[in-house]
Nanobody
Framework: QVQLMESGGGSVQAGGSLRLSCAAS?????MGWFRQVPGKQREGVAS???????TYAESVKGRFTISRDNATNTLFLQMHSLKPEDTAMYYC???????????????WGQGTQVTVSS
C-alpha cells in the first residue's frame, strides 16, 4: 500500500508559476500528475518512470516539468506560464504502466487545488 500526499497548490495570476510536490510513503515505479475540473474526466498531465522516460500532455509541453527524487520518494511538478485553463484539482498517482491514462494508476493522493486567474 502506497500513500501519497500532495502539496504546493494555490492561486496565481496567468503567467505565473507554481511547484507541486507529492510525498510517497513507499517504493513507486511509475508516477504521474493528473488534473480534474468538475464535470470533466480526469486527464493526465505528465508521467515519469523511476529511472527516466517522461511523458507530457500536449497542452503542458514546454511549460510544465515533472521530476522525482527517488531517495526521498518525492514527485514534483514545476509549472510555468500558467493559464486559466490550467485551473483544476491536481492529483499525484502511482501506477504500474507508463501512461497518461488514469486507469493504469492504482494509488492516488487527495489532490491539491490550482487556480489561475486571468
Amino acid at each position: 500500500q502506497v500513500q501519497l500526499m500532495e502539496s504546493g497548490g494555490g492561486s496565481v495570476q496567468a503567467g505565473g508559476s507554481l511547484r507541486l510536490s507529492c510525498a510517497a510513503s513507499g517504493y513507486t515505479s511509475v508516477m504521474g500528475w493528473f488534473r480534474q475540473v468538475p464535470g470533466k474526466q480526469r486527464e493526465g498531465v505528465a508521467s515519469i518512470l523511476r529511472y527516466g522516460t517522461i511523458t507530457y500532455a500536449e497542452s503542458v509541453k514546454g511549460r510544465f516539468t515533472i521530476s522525482r527524487d527517488n531517495a526521498t520518494n518525492t514527485l514534483f511538478l514545476q509549472m510555468h506560464s500558467l493559464k486559466p485553463e490550467d485551473t483544476a484539482m491536481y492529483y499525484c498517482a502511482a501506477g504500474y504502466y507508463s501512461s497518461l491514462d488514469p486507469r493504469f494508476y492504482n494509488y492516488w493522493g487527495q489532490g491539491t487545488q490550482v487556480t489561475v486567474s486571468s
